[in-house]
């Protein structure tokens, strides 16, 4: 199966930029879509960013002009480049990779998830 491993994340002050990465294992299938998605205490998991295999990206209202989703396909990892960071950005993301089997059956993974916290 494959594997989602992220990182980069910790503690910045407002105002700062951290990078998160997500390096996902080889895979007998192509990836396509992936994304990275938080959530923060007390909220529901929301969309962040995603990127299809073809590079279109879409964005949260939230972060839009401070966030940057990138994918190095020969690397096999997600970027999220976060700048302007904002205490209300505090949440755990978690990285995510869609999947299409030889039968055209779609497959979805998620990250262990990692801690971004933004102090004031």
């Known amino acids: 199966q494959l594997q989602l491993v992220e990182s980069g994340g910790g503690l910045v002050q407002a105002g700062g930029s951290l990078r998160l990465s997500c390096a996902a294992s080889?895979?007998?299938?192509?990836?396509?879509?992936m994304g990275w998605y938080r959530q923060a205490p007390g909220k529901q998991r929301e969309l962040v960013a995603a990127?299809?295999?073809?590079?279109?990206?879409n964005y949260a209202d939230s972060v839009k002009g401070r966030f940057t989703i990138s994918r190095d396909n020969a690397k096999n990892t997600v970027y999220l480049q976060m700048i302007s960071l904002k205490p209300e950005d505090t949440a755990v993301y978690y990285c995510?990779?869609?999947?299409?089997?030889?039968?055209?059956?779609?497959?979805?993974?998620w990250g262990q998830g990692t801690q971004v916290t933004v102090s004031s």
């Open positions: 995510n990779a869609e999947t299409r089997d030889y039968y055209g059956v779609g497959y979805d993974y």
């Open positions: 990127i299809t295999s073809g590079g279109s990206t």
């Open positions: 080889r895979s007998i299938f192509s990836i396509n879509d």
